[in-house]
């Protein structure tokens, strides 16, 4: 596609459910990020991916989050058991570099309220 | 702890006035430092990186320079197009790429 699509735009959910964030990310990018944000603040690094392997996922905050990429393309972020402060805006960003993050693309956000 | 600190929080600018917007950053060994542009509701949209102090770049309205401790946001003569936040961020030397965000300035340019 042109640019990252994520999915959905919007979700709502009760506390205790769970839930799954879908992004594609721009078509030949091998570097595949996820950031949080909240509302006031600067997005917060959750995981990255590189081809289908999390190279990095010392942002994600605690094991009812887990993330997943197992085609090297399309990614899904998984939250467990979801709890209020979950609720936030869920960014995926892609590049097309190895290793360095210049010029990632980010979508426009999963908007998720735990109700 | 690497740290990046964006002042001020919001700004007000008349249309035609220009300012500049701050990012003061610590950490262990800088890679590289973004600049990016975010419309309520939407991702960030990339402005710039740079890469050692001393370096600049210009798009249109918009200067970004960097020395050791920080990053400087040049607007000049804004217009209200530009309201928008501007985020700013770190990519460190020592990880995978991930960048290390602040809390943006908000700003908002009136006709």
């Known amino acids: 596609g042109a640019g990252v699509s994520q999915t959905p735009s919007n979700k709502v959910t009760e506390k205790g459910k769970y839930v799954e964030l879908r992004c594609d990310p721009i078509s030949g990018h091998t570097a595949l990020y996820w950031y949080r944000q909240s509302l006031g603040q600067g997005p917060e690094f959750l995981i990255y991916f590189q081809g289908t392997g999390a190279a990095d996922d010392s942002g994600l905050p605690n094991d009812r989050f887990f993330a997943v990429r197992p085609e090297g393309s399309v990614s899904t972020l998984k939250i467990q058991r979801t709890e209020r402060g979950d609720s936030a805006v869920y960014l995926c960003?892609?590049?097309?570099?190895?290793?360095?993050?210049?010029?990632?693309?980010f979508g426009q956000g999963t908007r998720l309220t735990v109700v | 702890e690497d740290q990046v600190t964006q002042s001020p929080e919001a700004l007000r600018l008349q249309e035609g006035e220009s300012s500049s917007l701050n990012c003061s950053y610590t950490?262990?060994?800088?890679?590289?430092l973004f600049w990016y542009r975010q419309d309520p509701g939407k991702g960030p949209e990339f402005l710039f990186t740079l890469y050692s102090a001393g370096e600049e770049k210009e798009k249109e309205r918009l200067k970004a320079t960097l020395t050791k401790k920080e990053s400087f946001l040049h607007i000049t003569a804004p217009k209200p197009e530009d309201s928008a936040t501007y985020l700013c961020a770190v990519q460190l030397t020592s990880n995978t790429g991930k960048l290390i965000f602040g809390q943006g300035t908000t700003l908002q340019v009136k006709p």
């Open positions: 960003a892609s590049s097309n570099s190895r290793t360095v993050n210049t010029e990632a693309f």
């Open positions: 950490v262990s060994g800088l890679r590289g």
